[in-house]
């Protein structure tokens, strides 16, 4: 009896260890014009993904006034509260688990990174609106019983500068929203700031320069990950919280290490071979490690049968070699 009371104990615990330790296998879902159903969640099933990061995205137009427009009946319906939940229910359906990620997007373009107020008073017009902005999507993602929100992506300069803002907007996100939080950080920003005590995960935007070669070879990429993993970890336990990729992937096309941020040159130099070798690297850094949760591939499209291809030099992994190595890789 005493034995079969340890094996049952045994097995629970090893039970509990294993869901404790199961990483996210993200996609970062792209809003869309329209609705989604089955057909569109499918390939996404296929590659072995538990999770999609969901991204409703508010606008500033012009930074000398800096209010943020969301919820419009201009904006595509993926990008909007009523499509955010629609998304998420049929996800949901499917037992695949939700991070809300609300976006900004500059007129133009321009970095957001970069968002810095040239007056205490545009300041605090840029404080209220992403107060309405990100609350509003924090109650959405509470109403769809998100598992993880992330409260802001890559927002350097707003967030450096304004420190208590941010921490009383924690604050007022935990009274609505329940679940695990994170922040979006870039690559360059995540060593630099506070507030990750108050959060669950430490969000990295995983775009770090790992290789100058034109196709790196696996080994490649791991060299050139060395030096960045061991700032991770130095953060990571500092903060004592898990590292969470909030973004990460490749190019396919030449010299894709290089500088992975960047989105010009839309065609030519296509170069499958380097994509797949990179998060075939990512993983074998990563997913191994304890302190890692996981993370959210950039990026993936509703309709799948017509993005990427042989010919696409885009980050997204589908139809090409890389997506059948991130099913390999999620089934592990």
């Given at each position: 009896?005493?034995?079969?009371?340890?094996?049952?104990?045994?097995?629970?615990?090893?039970?509990?260890?294993?869901?404790?330790?199961?990483?996210?296998?993200?996609?970062?879902?792209?809003?869309?014009r329209?609705?989604?159903?089955?057909?569109?969640?499918?390939?996404?099933?296929?590659?072995?993904?538990?999770?999609?990061?969901?991204?409703?995205?508010g606008?500033?137009?012009?930074?000398?006034?800096?209010?943020?427009?969301?919820?419009?009946?201009?904006?595509?319906?993926?990008?909007?509260?009523?499509?955010?939940?629609?998304?998420?229910?049929?996800?949901?359906?499917?037992?695949?688990?939700?991070?809300?990620?609300?976006?900004?997007?500059?007129?133009?373009g321009?970095?957001?990174?970069?968002?810095?107020?040239?007056?205490e008073?545009?300041?605090?017009?840029?404080?209220?609106?992403?107060?309405?902005?990100?609350?509003?999507?924090?109650?959405?993602?509470?109403?769809?019983?998100?598992?993880?929100?992330?409260?802001?992506?890559?927002?350097?300069?707003?967030?450096?500068?304004?420190?208590?803002?941010w921490?009383?907007?924690?604050?007022?996100?935990?009274?609505?929203?329940?679940?695990?939080?994170?922040?979006?950080?870039?690559?360059?920003?995540?060593?630099k700031?506070?507030?990750?005590?108050?959060?669950?995960?430490?969000?990295?935007?995983?775009y770090?320069?790992?290789?100058?070669?034109?196709?790196?070879?696996?080994?490649?990429?791991?060299?050139?990950?060395?030096?960045?993993?061991?700032?991770?970890?130095?953060?990571q336990?500092k903060?004592q919280?898990?590292?969470?990729?909030?973004?990460?992937?490749?190019?396919s096309?030449?010299?894709?290490?290089?500088?992975?941020?960047?989105?010009?040159?839309?065609?030519?130099n296509?170069?499958?071979?380097?994509?797949?070798?990179?998060?075939?690297a990512?993983?074998?850094?990563?997913?191994?490690?304890?302190?890692?949760?996981?993370g959210?591939?950039?990026?993936?499209?509703?309709?799948?049968e017509?993005?990427?291809?042989?010919n696409?030099?885009?980050?997204?992994?589908?139809?090409?070699?890389?997506?059948?190595?991130?099913?390999?890789?999620?089934?592990?």
């Open positions: 009896m005493r034995k079969i009371l340890c094996l049952g104990i045994f097995l629970c615990v090893h039970f509990f260890t294993s869901c404790q330790h199961k990483k996210i296998n993200g996609v970062s879902f792209v809003a869309s329209d609705a989604i159903n089955q057909r569109h969640i499918q390939p996404v099933i296929e590659v072995n993904s538990n999770y999609v990061a969901l991204m409703p995205f606008f500033i137009r012009d930074l000398a006034s800096p209010t943020i427009t969301f919820n419009s009946q201009r904006q595509w319906f993926g990008e909007t509260e009523k499509g955010l939940i629609q998304y998420a229910v049929e996800f949901k359906n499917n037992n695949i688990k939700i991070m809300v990620k609300p976006q900004i997007w500059v007129w133009r321009e970095f957001t990174g970069l968002i810095e107020m040239n007056s008073e545009n300041w605090k017009t840029l404080e209220n609106s992403y107060q309405d902005f990100i609350l509003t999507f924090a109650k959405s993602a509470a109403k769809i019983n998100a598992d993880i929100l992330c409260i802001g992506t890559e927002l350097e300069k707003f967030v450096l500068n304004r420190p208590e803002f921490q009383q907007l924690i604050q007022k996100i935990k009274m609505i929203f329940k679940g695990k939080l994170t922040y979006a950080a870039n690559w360059d920003e995540y060593k700031l506070t507030f990750w005590h108050q959060l669950d995960f430490i969000g990295v935007d995983a770090f320069p790992v290789s100058e070669k034109q196709t790196p070879t696996v080994a490649d990429f791991e060299n050139g990950w060395k030096p960045h993993k061991i700032e991770i970890i130095a953060v336990k903060f919280k898990p590292i969470l990729f909030t973004e990460y992937g490749y190019r096309v030449h010299f894709n290490g290089k500088q992975p941020w960047k989105v010009d040159e839309i065609h030519g296509v170069n499958l071979k380097a994509q797949a070798n990179g998060l075939q990512i993983h074998n850094q990563f997913w191994k490690e304890e302190w890692f949760a996981g959210f591939l950039w990026k993936w499209y509703y309709n799948h017509n993005e990427g291809g042989k696409n030099n885009r980050f997204t992994p589908q139809n090409k070699p890389a997506q059948k190595l991130l099913k390999n890789l999620q089934e592990k």
